[in-house]
């Protein structure tokens, strides 16, 4: 069981934490993208 | 003229995937296939890595950001960027960055040339299990010729990327074989995770030892590993970052470079440990680790193939496609970052890959004759990177770390705060706490008696004598940099060729 939980916290954590960033990446580009009203 | 940087004409990453994409390409590289598997098992699995998330946080990211910030506003190789940043006194240490980088290239490419030979093993079938993976090994090291061949494979390859520049060369293939490396790293990480008993090599890389987290041992041993795998102070990434785009941003990127290295080194994690464990003993697991970074992946690991399903004929082309393609795209980044500082004092980029894919090949070829010279090489400028590193941190306080900060956080997507500045004025702290320890190990651990002898591949006396003719040969040379370099965004005026360049003084990219 405490294989499976660090499994996670650590591969899990790091797939997360790497998406979460692209997706700000994306979300920061598109504002930059769109011009200011 | 949007993949042209405004002022500059140079060629841009065409958007910040690319870039980031081609900042993971030089990260990932042999290490995170072969070393990192070793290191983090030997090292105390989950408590290990702890440590290295801790120092991707204070070593990584922001020295992968201070030469985001050199290259992207100086527009300039290694060399140039020193000598705008800090004055033209200083080029010198751009010089000496980039010899440390281009030293690195030089056995790399042997690296790369033994990662492409066994990619050609593993498709006709070699690593069937009745292979003696240990004899392969031997007889591919002790044939010069095959290893001098394979080096000249590996660097051409590298060179006819580089000599297309980033729009035709390396920004269109990273852009691919970087996900395509990913790819193949989550393939054959749930195929290890699939085996029966693939749960005790898990458990080898992620279940912490708490008590290790005391040891000094342990963070020295993470903080190299970090410094090595990430390719925070080696030049590379300011290299890449001359062609970012205008206000791009520093601080998401170098964290998204940071934290995509560690996934492809867990995943290599999980396929070569959970592999070993899953298909041998304990023991044979702690000999495979204890075997070095080459005899874990080339005959180890190699051994194993033919006992898994579809082990000869799939697993083991994919996973030295993976190592070739991770050695690959450091390489090229290599090249790129010699290219560009030969660029930079006037030679077109067509004249300056010939020259440094050619003396790539040359100086490459005792490493590939030498297993004891590839050693030794591997030492001394694995090494010096920490100084390097150093260099960088160096530059931005002279520079000014809050004005930088200051420049830094206009730019980027998440606030560059006070830590930053604190982050890069902690930095000689632990330089001098890593560096201290690699001297100490050097004179007590690897060559006790003979650290004085500099022919001792593992000697205190053999890095001291590469680094001070380095030192020598580039403070020498600092005047020549600072005034063949070309001028760039930040060269103050006065030590431009105004008002017109003459001819071959022109930055040869330049519209």
């Known amino acids: 069981m405490d294989v499976v939980f660090w499994t996670l916290v650590f591969l899990g954590g790091d797939i997360l934490i790497l998406v979460l960033l692209l997706f700000w990446a994306v979300k920061k580009d598109r504002e930059k993208a769109t011009p200011a009203r | ?511």
């Open chain 2, 1 to 511: 003229m949007a993949n042209e940087s405004p002022g500059t004409g140079r060629e841009v990453f065409g958007s910040r995937f690319t870039f980031v994409a081609a900042g993971i390409g030089m990260a990932v590289g042999t290490g995170n296939l072969w070393r990192f598997p070793r290191v983090v098992g030997e090292w105390g699995g989950g408590a290990f890595l702890i440590a290295i998330v801790i120092a991707n946080l204070v070593w990584a990211i922001p020295l992968l950001m201070a030469e985001s910030f050199m290259g992207s506003k100086t527009r300039l190789g290694t060399i140039g960027a020193f000598r705008d940043i800090m004055g033209r006194r200083f080029a010198w240490m751009g010089g000496f960055m980039g010899f440390v980088a281009v030293g690195i290239l030089f056995y790399y490419s042997v690296v790369c040339g033994w990662a492409i030979r066994y990619f050609i093993y593993a498709i006709t079938g070699r690593f069937d299990g009745t292979t003696d993976t240990e004899g392969l090994w031997n007889g591919l090291t002790s044939t010069p010729w095959q290893t001098i061949l394979f080096h000249a494979i590996a660097i051409s390859l590298v060179g006819v990327i580089v000599y297309r520049g980033l729009k035709g060369g390396f920004e269109v293939i990273l852009k691919y074989t970087i996900p395509v490396l990913f790819a193949i790293l989550a393939i054959l990480a749930v195929r290890a995770m699939m085996l029966s008993g693939a749960s005790e090599g898990l458990r080898y890389l992620f279940v912490p030892e708490w008590g290790l987290l005391t040891d000094a041992q342990v963070w020295l041993e993470a903080f190299t590993q970090m410094a090595f795998s990430t390719g925070a102070g080696w030049g590379l990434y300011l290299t890449l970052s001359v062609y970012l785009r205008k206000r791009e941003d520093f601080a998401l990127n170098a964290a998204t470079v940071c934290s995509a290295n560690l996934l492809a080194s867990l995943l290599a994690g999980i396929a070569v440990m959970a592999t070993i464990f899953a298909l041998r003993t304990p023991e044979f697991a702690t000999a495979a680790a204890q075997a070095g970074n080459e005899g874990l992946a080339f005959v180890y690991f190699a051994e194993l193939f033919g006992e898994m399903p579809g082990g000869t004929w799939f697993f083991a082309p994919l996973f030295f496609l993976a190592l070739t393609l991770a050695g690959l795209s450091s390489l090229l980044a290599m090249a790129e970052l010699a290219t560009r500082n030969v660029q930079d004092m006037g030679m077109p980029r067509r004249r300056a890959v010939p020259w440094v894919v050619g003396v790539a090949f040359l100086a490459g070829i005792p490493s590939a004759v030498s297993l004891d010279f590839f050693a030794n090489q591997d030492f001394v400028w694995g090494v010096g990177l920490l100084i390097s590193g150093l260099l960088a941190a160096v530059a931005m306080m002279k520079y000014g770390v809050e004005r930088a900060r200051a420049e830094l956080d206009a730019d980027s997507d998440f606030g560059v705060g006070a830590w930053w500045p604190g982050l890069i004025r902690l930095f000689p702290v632990i330089f001098v706490a890593l560096f201290g320890w690699w001297i100490y190990r050097a004179i007590d651990e690897f060559a006790p008696d003979t650290w004085w002898d500099p022919f001792e591949p593992y000697s205190l006396m053999t890095m001291l004598v590469q680094w001070g003719a380095v030192f020598v040969a580039m403070y020498a040379l600092n005047g020549v940099f600072a005034r063949r370099i070309v001028a760039g965004p930040l060269t103050p005026a006065v030590s431009a060729p105004a008002p017109e360049a003459p001819p071959g003084r022109r930055d040869p990219e330049r519209k």
